[in-house]
């Protein structure tokens, strides 16, 4: 895969040449240039323009976030890795912890969202490791440098501008402002846009403070899984065997069947018990790998991959859920 390469120093008016996607593409881009066709619409968008000039000061593109995005761990590590790395025994350990230092928090904000606390800490755990890694870039500048680069500079370009309109209502100040290389901030990495749709402000003090304040940021996480369809009578699915000869045109998340449909089909748990009998759809999903792990997947799977399209992150955080709520 083609890297991207800044040929140049990058400051204000120097030209640079930037490789803008993986067939070798290349675009001459004036940062000068580029910084105030940004500034002209962010000023169309009624942000100040102190704010402005405040987030993107002595702005130079950050080679290591291109770096990252070219190697996302989906596609580097299989799924056992992948696994391994995001579910240590450790983890689960910790989460548990959680689980109980904030129990009546978590009851409260999840009998009012509808999302059962072993989730939220869960994807507490898988996000952040409970808020001790944040990914630690400046989010404005990596989401800058990702507008720049031209593989998804129209999606970057839009989280920018909504990230500065943040900082400029001051739900927080741009030195902690900080976040992943893709720009995902706070407890639980809501990118700016996820922040505008489904950041709560808890405990009313005027501010969504998703990175420091866990009734916020519970709260928010809670109110995206239920305003993205969340259903707390489910869980999330279980890993399950297939018979052989099990016809591969049925998996995947658009063939939906009651679990006794499956049940008839040969689907059966992964320790060879028969799957429970109950009214529920669900889906086949199988994760690519030396063995081919196969989930019988809920509604509640297609909710988590609303919040990230990954399967092997749905599958994460329903696996530490999982073990995190098992007594």
């Known amino acids: 895969m083609k890297k991207l390469k800044f040929l140049a120093?990058?400051?204000?008016?120097i030209t640079v040449a930037v490789c803008l996607s993986t067939s070798v593409v290349a675009q001459t881009v004036d940062i000068a240039d580029w910084l105030e066709a940004l500034k002209a619409e962010v000023i169309e968008k009624e942000i100040r323009v102190s704010t402005f000039e405040q987030a993107l000061s002595?702005?130079?593109p950050i080679q290591r976030v291109i770096d990252l995005d070219r190697r996302q761990p989906e596609f580097t590590l299989t799924f056992d890795q992948y696994l391994r790395r995001v579910v240590p025994k450790q983890r689960v350990i910790r989460g548990r912890g959680k689980l109980t230092k904030h129990k009546m928090l978590l009851n409260e904000i999840g009998k009012k969202y509808g999302v059962q606390p072993r989730f939220i800490v869960?994807?507490?755990g898988v996000e952040t490791d409970f808020g001790r890694i944040d990914g630690g870039f400046p989010v404005i500048h990596a989401l800058a440098t990702l507008a720049i680069d031209g593989r998804r500079s129209k999606f970057f370009r839009g989280q920018l501008i909504t990230a500065i309109r943040i900082l400029d209502q001051g739900h927080i100040t741009l030195d902690k402002m900080q976040g992943?290389?893709?720009g995902a901030m706070g407890y639980f990495q809501f990118m700016p846009s996820?922040?505008?749709?489904?950041a709560i402000d808890y405990d009313n003090d005027?501010?969504?403070d998703i990175w420091q304040n866990k009734k916020d940021a519970f709260a928010s996480a809670a109110n995206y899984l239920s305003k993205?369809?969340?259903?707390n009578d489910q869980t999330w699915g279980r890993e399950v065997r297939i018979p052989k000869g099990f016809d591969k045109k049925l998996v995947g998340l658009k063939i939906r069947k009651d679990i006794s449909e499956w049940r008839n089909l040969g689907v059966l748990r992964v320790d060879g018990g028969a799957l429970p009998k109950r009214n529920l759809m669900g889906s086949i999903v199988m994760l690519n790998g030396p063995n081919s792990r196969v989930f019988l997947t809920y509604s509640n799977y297609q909710t988590i991959l609303k919040w990230n399209r990954s399967n092997f992150f749905a599958v994460a955080v329903g696996?530490?859920?999982e073990k995190i709520g098992r007594k």
């Open 58 to 60: 002595n702005f130079k």
């Open 194 to 198: 996820s922040f505008v749709s489904f």
């Open 206 to 208: 005027g501010k969504r």
């Open 122 to 124: 869960s994807l507490w």
């Open 228 to 231: 993205s369809g969340w259903r």
């Open 9 to 13: 120093a990058m400051t204000p008016g």
């Open 180 to 182: 992943s290389w893709a």
């Open 319 to 321: 696996t530490l859920a």
